[in-house]
């Protein structure tokens, strides 16, 4: 088998070069660096080209992790997709690293090898994970394939920037659409928006045997549903880090539900991420924004930031024994 290698000579080590050359490299390893430049590449599939998630990285000196691997180049380095910081930083790891790995970790979100694919909105959630999943995929122990699929619900707005966003990431992006109707209910919208999108991501990424869809959620969003469910529904409960989705082979999994939204926003301010320019017409319907906004209140009267972070760990900590359920004596 014959691979071929290109070089941005400005980053390559010749030391990395000689090593290379003389064999002494296998075909994949890992090492420490500063910087790297990636090369996204094209795989032909049935006449049509897609975004492949395999790259190619010329990596040389000092701490970073990277992954060195050779699969066939098809195209040149994209100076755009280099444009993408994703450099080892040590602050990285209290920041936003170790309480997502405890998620993954204590869940079993991610498994070795897993597909995994980020439901991308376009919102500063979903661009967040996308971007600290890549960067999990570079600098930790986790190995996994990822990608990124957006559902569209509308012909009035423009992708181009997710598109670009995942190429500067080098991994491939995935799109379906999904026509919604226009005569929901305002106050019923988004919650029947939200599970016809999720269907479509379920059934496109069935097609393509990819079996987990990452959600953007976070721990705030935990507590928001959980004030919901009690209001709304007299219901004690959020949702989960991790449920399978009933008649399919998909599992949908919540990394960040260990990060306060103001952790998520500051990782996005800091990288410099995108945000898809596109308004939902139901968006000041949103029942949700009331229960954040009610949070943010509670955070204030009770001295407690973030609040969020607490409840999440209630929610880990239940006393079942003085559930109230549990000691009825009717069914």
């Not at 941005?8 to 290379?20: H, K, N, R, T, Y």
């Not at 994949?28 to 599939?45: G, V």
């Not at 997502?100 to 070795?112: K, N, Q, S």
Request: aromatic content about 8%.
């Amino acid at each position: 088998m014959t691979h071929a290698v290109s070089r941005c000579e400005e980053v390559a080590s010749p030391c990395i070069g000689l090593l290379w050359s003389a064999g002494l490299l296998p075909l994949s390893f890992h090492l420490f660096s500063p910087f790297s430049c990636e090369f996204p590449l094209d795989t032909e599939q049935g006449g049509d080209t897609v975004r492949d998630a395999s790259i190619i990285q010329v990596v040389a000196g000092a701490p970073s992790g990277g992954t060195f691997s050779l699969p066939w180049l098809r195209r040149e380095c994209n100076p755009e997709a280099a444009a993408m910081d994703l450099r080892f930083h040590k602050n990285h790891a209290k920041w936003f690293v170790t309480p997502v790995l405890r998620a993954v970790r204590r869940y079993a979100l991610i498994g070795e090898g897993d597909r995994v694919c980020v439901g991308l909105s376009g919102g500063k959630d979903s661009t967040t994970l996308l971007y600290i999943l890549r960067y999990l995929q570079r600098h930790s122990h986790l190995e996994f394939e990822l990608s990124a699929i957006h559902v569209r619900t509308s012909p009035d707005y423009e992708t181009a920037s997710l598109r670009d966003y995942c190429d500067a990431l080098a991994i491939p992006y995935i799109e379906a659409a999904l026509e919604v109707p226009s005569d929901l209910a305002a106050e019923k919208a988004c919650s029947i928006c939200a599970r016809l999108k999720r269907g479509a991501a379920v059934q496109a990424l069935a097609d393509r045997e990819i079996r987990k869809l990452a959600y953007g959620h976070h721990a705030d969003d935990a507590a928001e549903t959980l004030l919901m469910n009690i209001v709304q529904n007299k219901k004690l409960g959020s949702f989960s880090p991790k449920v399978a989705v009933e008649g399919s082979p998909v599992i949908l999994i919540r990394p960040m539900i260990y990060l306060n939204e103001e952790t998520v926003a500051s990782v996005h301010r800091h990288a410099g991420l995108p945000l898809l320019d596109f308004t939902c017409p139901y968006a000041q319907h949103n029942i949700r924004q009331r229960y954040k906004e009610t949070l943010r209140l509670l955070e204030e009267s009770l001295g407690v930031r973030p609040l969020s972070r607490h409840v999440v760990g209630a929610l880990e900590n239940v006393d079942e024994a003085n559930l109230w359920r549990s000691l009825r004596g009717d069914p």
